[in-house]
């Protein structure tokens, strides 16, 4: 079943002389419980087209269809509530909230949704990542690594329709990039989550179901690597 | 849509209006009431006022008290009219200070009205206000229940999530979700069908193959070759046997396992144990390949499933890399535990596969360009159900010419 639909999508900065496509009439689809990656050298578009699809920086033209909802049709505070809702988003800089503590920091998709903890799930969760015995510790008393799986949490907790990461191990070591792969794939494998995933490393992309290939904001290969 | 708003068939609308009802009686006693202690004090503020006056006056006119207390109890209209003469001399005139009993039962009337007035006309509003909330509110419920029924009819066109605040929204989302995933299961079920169908094919396919060919032998058995003729016939025919023996079992077992009829144990299992046991029944195929085994490893590693099972995992996958590695070829076979999975690694300095055999080399079935005759593409994939099935993982990569490496991981954070 397709989950996420791209059709065209264009995305120009600047104008005139100075203007760079950072995409170029870029098209694809996406199947639930894929896992995809996307690789390509640096400035070849990786970072827009992620932030185009995470409906964090509206495109130029074109336009990308989550669960047959287009986002980018949805104004600015619905395009907010969606995100949170649908989009699960990991970040290099794992982004977490250095007030908050672990639970809180996973939980907060739903507590700003107003909405209630569901004990079980949150469990489930905390137990894969392995973080049932840090609840109650603050970021920045956790490694790298630890504080990734913080964010991968937040990003599973609201059962998201599509889970995106920027990069998620570009700021750790091999042996803790190897574990927050694990931990993606297996998110991937348990909730036949949608993973698609920004990398330059071809050693983690090569653990993807399909590797899609940028190049100048453009796709020059998309091939499927695991049936 | 439907709009027989008829939202008094709902019992919560029903209690709400019973107690706004409740609560307007309550409004009115309290309007009479009010009305009540208003009047007394009226009345007390004017008694006040008479006291004061027949006080003075008596006090200078001792003689006059009667015909005062006559002045007060029957008003004399033409007497009014002085006195508020002799009050508006003096700028005591307000409103009219002299007041009668009838007076004050005027103004208790009028009270009366007011305040019924005002009890009425919050509770309407009330009701109004509440009318309308709740109509937004059932019109959300009724439109719920619209797509409900539309996707009971197999039509997953709406969505009605409406990306808002609130428990409705999210209420609206979790129902979609829950569209999503018959939509989904709706599809794997067709899927399914298709694959069994194809199944059913291949299998046909896979056992015709050796029968033909037993039916040949059997033919030629019936001209009763000379005896070293009739052993070789029999030979044969006893590896064809041996071949759909095996076919027919290997099948149901993977039968088994799709049917999730199987239940894997959870058990401790000793990875070098384990390889040990499973290199056991590779004895005799190495031995005619003169392939050369290395193992290398934590002794100690360990994983939770279950051990016969995956014995059989990798017997397929050592078959496998012996059958695509030549003669005097090796067989690498590693592992390690870490907190989050236990691994082993089973890679054969073979032929390897080809790169765009790969991504379906455990679909049941799939011979890739460099399968052996006989094969019948079940071996891997039985591997590929026994790890999932334990919620592993198996992943593979090969060079061709180089070898293929094949990575199985048990998970452990999974229950």
């Not at chain 2, 049941?364 to 994939?381: C, P």
């Amino acid at each position: 079943m397709e989950i996420l639909r791209v059709e065209n999508l264009s995305k120009i900065y600047g104008k005139g002389a100075i203007q760079v496509k950072a995409l170029n009439n870029v098209s694809f689809s996406v199947k639930k419980g894929e896992f995809v990656a996307i690789v390509g050298p640096s400035g070849s578009g990786k970072s827009t087209l992620l932030h185009v699809l995470g409906g964090v920086d509206r495109p130029t033209s074109g336009k990308v269809f989550i669960e047959d909802t287009d986002v980018y049709s949805l104004n600015e505070s619905k395009l907010a509530i969606f995100r949170r809702r649908q989009i699960g988003l990991i970040y290099q800089f794992y982004n977490l909230i250095p007030i908050l503590n672990v639970e809180e920091n996973v939980t907060l998709p739903l507590l700003l949704d107003g909405g209630k903890i569901n004990k079980g799930k949150l469990e489930e969760i905390l137990a894969i990542l392995g973080l049932t015995d840090r609840l109650n510790h603050l970021p920045n008393e956790l490694s790298g690594g630890q504080q990734q799986r913080v964010s991968i949490g937040r990003a599973l907790i609201n059962n998201p329709a599509l889970v995106l990461a920027d990069e998620p191990t570009g700021n750790l070591d091999s042996k803790n990039s190897k574990e927050i792969i694990d931990l993606l794939k297996v998110s991937n494998k348990q909730f036949n989550q949608t993973l698609i995933i920004i990398t330059h490393d071809p050693q983690i992309a090569l653990q993807a179901d399909r590797i899609i290939t940028l190049d100048d904001g453009q796709i020059i290969k998309d091939e499927v690597i695991r049936g | 849509m439907v709009n027989n708003m008829s939202l008094l068939k709902n019992p919560e609308v029903k209690r709400i209006l019973f107690m706004a009802l409740f609560l307007f009686l309550i409004f009115m006693f309290m309007s009479i009431a009010m009305s009540f202690i208003n009047l007394r004090f009226i009345d007390g503020m004017i008694n006040r006022n008479n006291a004061a006056i027949v006080g003075f006056l008596v006090e200078e006119y001792p003689g006059a008290e009667a015909e005062i207390a006559k002045g007060i109890l029957e008003i004399d209209n033409s007497k009014v009219q002085k006195g508020k003469g002799i009050l508006q001399k003096y700028d005591l005139t307000s409103q009219d200070l002299l007041l009668e009993k009838t007076i004050t039962i005027d103004i208790f009337k009028m009270n009366i009205l007011l305040f019924i007035f005002i009890a009425t006309i919050i509770s309407t509003s009330f009701l109004i206000l509440f009318y309308l909330f709740l109509k937004g509110h059932y019109r959300k419920i009724e439109e719920v229940t619209k797509y409900a029924q539309n996707v009971q009819n197999k039509d997953y066109s709406l969505d009605i999530r409406d990306n808002s605040e609130g428990d409705i929204s999210i209420l609206k989302n979790e129902i979609y979700r829950i569209t999503t995933m018959l939509k989904e299961q709706a599809e794997v079920l067709h899927n399914d069908k298709m694959a069994l169908a194809n199944s059913i094919a291949d299998i046909s396919h896979q056992l015709k193959t050796p029968m033909t060919s037993l039916f040949v032998i059997n033919d030629l058995l019936y001209e009763t070759p000379p005896d070293e003729v009739r052993i070789e016939f029999l030979n044969r025919m006893r590896s064809q046997l041996k071949r759909i023996d095996w076919l027919v079992s290997s099948l149901l077992k993977l039968s088994k396992l799709d049917a999730g009829t199987i239940v894997m144990k959870k058990e401790n299992v000793n990875v070098k144990k384990l390889i040990d046991r499973a290199l056991e029944e590779m004895t005799i195929p190495l031995e005619i390949k003169m392939q050369r085994i290395t193992i290398e490893g934590d002794e100690d590693s360990c994983f939770m499933g279950d051990f016969n099972w995956s014995r059989e995992a990798i017997i397929n996958i050592l078959k496998n890399c012996i059958e695509h590695t030549p003669e005097g070829g090796s067989i690498h076979i590693s592992f390690e535990e870490n907190p989050i999975y236990t691994a082993i690694t089973i890679k054969d300095t073979g032929r390897g596969i080809e790169k765009e055999d790969i991504p379906y080399i455990f679909n049941r079935f799939y011979r890739g360009r460099n399968a052996s005759a006989d094969s019948v593409g079940i071996g891997l994939a039985m591997s590929h159900a026994i790890i999932e099935n334990q919620m592993g993982d198996i992943v593979v990569s090969s060079e061709k010419n180089q070898g293929t490496e094949f990575k199985i991981k048990f998970f452990k954070g999974i229950i």
